[in-house]
Every structure is written in structure tokens, then in C-alpha cells.
């Protein structure tokens, strides 16, 4: 397959990783004015248990697009090949991108960010909105300098959190709206016609990379809702999880309740699951004790009665 855009299009080089990218490498390609020369991505990774090599999802798109593809397992001592485009377009890559790159772009790099800048500057900004329970978050096209997305901001455009928007939602919201503001915004860079916006710092936040403890759910000290938008942000990795007997128990689908229930007591009640939080409580859809299948509420509790009022830890 090849791209829609024309060769004689601006010629870009691209760095992306995961599906959020894609969708932005997507719009590129389907650009009759862009034309993406080079696609820089991260290293096949071992997937599942028989830890299978497999390609990024971006690396797959780029090669049925047949673009050539590079993937450095770092960039640290990367070297731009010579001869590149001017311009670099940056979505979701998932390793900080050295100065020495970003002085090999004449014309800048652009990243496609997913917060509204300068607020979840970092490597998890819509997890970390849906977490905090924010109800809006938005796509920044920014020009990157040497500072953790601290460059001059160049678009944005805003989205609202539904109530029970989870983060593969989120992200592909932002990926749609991401897709069209970038293309909106790269001919006024290279027309000259767009004025960076220096960002106040004073305002600026950060979230940090994710880690499976960020998932463990303490009982006595947080709120149904927060648990809730826990279970939202860190859906569908790290996820959430608690111990029961011992052992880790994956909580993998979940809706706040109002049922009155002693902090991290497990209730079982006509076919349902519940938990009591420090405030209100939650109901527990579909869950996966370790070494067991993951199972809805009923199969749990069909196999599994003699933790009806257990305490969760």
C-alpha cells in the first residue's frame, strides 16, 4: 500500500508508538499536502505470556504503508539520517527526545499532546485527568524545546469527560480531535503564520509514568467516587486491584453505590458484589482472582461464598 498524500508533499518524519499515534500517522498519510518520509518508533516488544516479539502498532501502520522504519532502542546516541525533512511530528513515543534530535529539524518538532497545557506536562496526562476526576482535558500542538513539554504552545482545542468515560475513550477522543488540529495547525507553521505561545509556568503540573502499584485500592482512605475515577484512569493498564486472602484480586469492571458497607468489607447480595469505601461503596461487575479466570459477579459468587463478608486489604 502506499500513502494517499503526494510525493511532492512536505516531507515529515514521524515518531509514535502506541494507537493514539497511529491514528495521528493515519491523518498524515491521508494528507494530499504531507508526506511522511521516515517513521521512528520503539523496538518490537514481548508480548503476552509466550512473550511474543510484536511490533508497535504504529511500526505495523508504517509498514503496510511501506515507509521505511526505524527503531532505535534509544535515542540518546541516534543520528537523524542525513538528508531528512526540515519538520518532525512527535505522537505518543514514549521516550524523551534529545536535543541533538531536535536541533536536526530546521523547522521544528511538533508534538501532538494530550492535555491542555501547561497543566499534565508528563507521561500520563489523561489518565491522570480522569483520576483527579477533572471533567475537561483537551489536545495542545506544541513546539518542543529541551524541557518536559515545556515548549511554546502553538493550538488546542478542548474536550469534555463524560462521567463514566474510561481512558481507552478518552484517548480515542483526543486521537480524533488530535488528528484534525494537527493538520489544522502544520500550514501555519510552514507558512509562518502562527505565533507561539510561551506557557505560563506558574500553572504548569505533572503526572508521572504509571506503575502497577498506582492501581492498589486502599479502602479506608478513599472515596467510593475516587475509587471509581481510579478504576476509570487506569483502565485497561495498570487497572485497579485489591488483596483478598492473600491474594491479588483484579478489579476489572466496577460502578459506584450507595450501599452502606463498613470500609473494605466484601458483601454479597442478591447476585451482586459489594465493597464499602471510607465513603459510600462500590459494586464489583466483573473481577479475576489470581490464578483464576476472570468471572462476573454471579460466577464469583457461585464459587467462591466463603468470602461473603471478607475483608479486603
Same mark, same amino acid.
Given at each position: 500500500m %502506499?500513502?494517499?498524500?503526494? #510525493?511532492n ?6 515518531f509514535?508508538?502506541q494507537?493514539?499515534a ?6 498524515? /498519510?491521508?494528507?494530499?499536502? $504531507?508526506h511522511?518520509s521516515l517513521?521512528?518508533? #520503539?523496538?518490537d ?9 510484536t511490533?508497535?502498532p ?5 509498514q503496510? $504503508? ?9 535515542l540518546?546516541?541516534?543520528?537523524i ?13 514514549g521516550?524523551?527526545?534529545p536535543? +541533538? ?5 530546521s523547522?521544528?518538532?511538533i508534538?501532538?499532546h494530550t492535555s491542555l ?5 508528563g ?8 483520576? *483527579?476526576?477533572?471533567t475537561?482535558t483537551?489536545v @495542545?500542538?506544541?513546539l518542543?524545546?529541551v ?16 462521567p ?6 478518552v484517548? %480515542?477522543k /483526543? ?6 488540529l494537527?493538520?489544522?495547525t502544520l500550514?501555519k507553521? /510552514?507558512?509562518?503564520t502562527?505565533t507561539?505561545q ?5 500553572e504548569a @503540573?505533572?503526572?508521572?509514568?504509571l +506503575?502497577r !502499584?498506582?492501581? &492498589?485500592?486502599?479502602w ?18 495498570? =487497572?485497579?486491584?485489591? @488483596?483478598l486472602?492473600g491474594?491479588?484480586?483484579k ?5 459506584? +453505590? !450507595? &450501599? ?5 468489607v466484601?458483601? $454479597?447480595e442478591d447476585g ?6 471510607m465513603? =459510600? ?6 473481577? %479475576?482472582l !489470581?490464578g &483464576?479466570p476472570?468471572m *462476573?459477579? #454471579? ?5 467462591f461464598q466463603k468470602? *461473603?463478608?471478607?475483608?479486603?486489604i
Amino acid at each position: 500500500m %502506499q500513502q494517499d498524500s503526494a #510525493q511532492n508533499g512536505t516531507p515529515i518524519v514521524f515518531f509514535g508508538t502506541q494507537t493514539f499515534a497511529c491514528h495521528i500517522l493515519q491523518g498524515l /498519510l491521508q494528507s494530499p499536502f $504531507f508526506h511522511v518520509s521516515l517513521v521512528i518508533t #520503539q523496538p518490537d516488544k514481548p508480548v503476552g505470556r509466550k512473550k511474543v516479539l510484536t511490533p508497535s502498532p504504529v511500526k505495523t501502520l508504517a509498514q503496510s $504503508f511501506e515507509i521505511p522504519t526505524e527503531t532505535p532502542n534509544s535515542l540518546k546516541n541516534y543520528q537523524i539520517p542525513p538528508g531528512s525533512p526540515a519538520l518532525a511530528v512527535v505522537a505518543q513515543y514514549g521516550k524523551i527526545i534529545p536535543e +541533538s534530535i531536535l536541533n536536526s529539524f530546521s523547522m521544528g518538532v511538533i508534538n501532538v499532546h494530550t492535555s491542555l497545557l501547561p497543566k499534565y506536562r508528563g507521561a500520563s496526562p489523561i489518565q491522570s485527568a480522569i483520576v *483527579n476526576g477533572d471533567t475537561q482535558t483537551g489536545v @495542545t500542538i506544541m513546539l518542543m524545546d529541551v524541557g518536559m513539554d515545556t515548549g511554546p504552545i502553538l493550538s488546542y482545542e478542548t474536550l469534555r469527560i463524560l462521567p463514566d468515560d474510561t481512558y481507552p475513550e478518552v484517548d %480515542q477522543k /483526543l486521537a480524533n480531535i488530535g488528528s484534525e488540529l494537527l493538520l489544522q495547525t502544520l500550514p501555519k507553521v /510552514l507558512d509562518g503564520t502562527i505565533t507561539p505561545q510561551k506557557q505560563n509556568d506558574s500553572e504548569a @503540573t505533572a503526572c508521572k509514568m504509571l +506503575s502497577r !502499584e498506582d492501581g &492498589k485500592i486502599h479502602w479506608d482512605t478513599m472515596k467510593a467516587n475516587h475509587i471509581y475515577n481510579l478504576y476509570r484512569g487506569l483502565t485497561p493498564w495498570p =487497572g485497579v486491584w485489591t @488483596t483478598l486472602d492473600g491474594l491479588r484480586l483484579k478489579l476489572h469492571k466496577i460502578t459506584p +453505590s !450507595e &450501599k452502606g458497607i463498613p470500609a473494605g468489607v466484601l458483601l $454479597f447480595e442478591d447476585g451482586k458484589i459489594y465493597v464499602g469505601a471510607m465513603e =459510600g461503596s462500590i459494586e464489583i461487575l466483573d473481577l %479475576q482472582l !489470581e490464578g &483464576k479466570p476472570s468471572m *462476573n459477579a #454471579q460466577t464469583f459468587i457461585n464459587g467462591f461464598q466463603k468470602y *461473603n463478608h471478607a475483608h479486603l486489604i
